[in-house]
Every structure is written in C-alpha cells, then in structure tokens.
C-alpha cells in the first residue's frame, strides 16, 4: 500500500517522501524535543529539520546520537533542545497534552479539531479545508 500511497502523497503536496527503512522509530524523544523547541522559539525550524530527516533522508531519528547529530548539522542547539527533553516539566507537560488529546478523542497523528470537529489523517485535510471555507 505504501508503495502507491506515498508517490501520491509527494505529488499532492509537493514535498519529498520515502519510506524510512527505520520506520517505526521511538518518538518519544521527538516529542519532547518539539516541546522544548517550542520554549526555545525554533519549533518550525525543529519541525522542518525532524521531517526531512525522518520521510526525505531517511535517518533514524529514534537513535539519540543521531537526532543529536542531525539537529547540530541544521543549525539548531542540540545540546540544549536534547537536555531540555530530560527535564521533568518537559516529561510533564507532554504527557499532560497527550492526556489532553485523547479525551478529546484523538489516537493518533495527525488529528486537528475544528469547532469541537475531529479530523484524523493527512488524507482528511481536503475535509478540514472545506470546514474552513464553510
């Protein structure tokens, strides 16, 4: 399924995409990375670099060493967003959003709530942008 979906996805969104021969990995780190990249104001730029290292190059971002190495080599402060993911208010504070998110009734990624409206997937984001025109 993979093999025809993704050729898809990267035609209609206009990005690169491969399969990740790591895939799945352990995003826990990543999660909390993106957390304290979000108190570090770099969050767009963590997400830019985490996606093109995960679905464009192929890396394995579970791997600390790796993530490490990869978010030096884009310029951001892997030394600081990676102790950051140790700390316990950054711990906390993601497992009060995912405890957040699945009352709302989310179970997986992508999920976007629109007017107490759930959309699961990036399949779905023609239905979030019908719901926006609305």
């Not at 030096?72 to 892997?78: E, Q, V």
């Amino acid at each position: 399924m993979l093999e025809h979906d993704l050729p898809r996805f990267k035609k209609r969104y206009g990005v690169e995409l491969n399969f990740n021969p790591h895939f799945p990995i352990n995003t826990l780190g990543l999660m909390r990375g993106a957390i304290a990249a979000q108190r570090l104001g770099c969050f767009d730029d963590y997400l830019d670099v985490v996606y093109d290292s995960i679905w464009v190059e192929g890396k394995n971002m579970g791997d600390p060493e790796v993530v490490a190495e990869v978010l030096s080599g884009k310029g951001l402060d892997a030394e600081a967003l990676m102790a950051q993911t140790q700390e316990p208010e950054i711990k906390a504070e993601l497992l009060a959003q995912t405890e957040a998110a699945v009352e709302r009734g989310a179970f997986g990624a992508p999920t976007m709530f629109m007017d107490g409206e759930m959309f699961f997937g990036q399949d779905r984001l023609d239905f979030v942008e019908e719901a926006l025109k609305a």
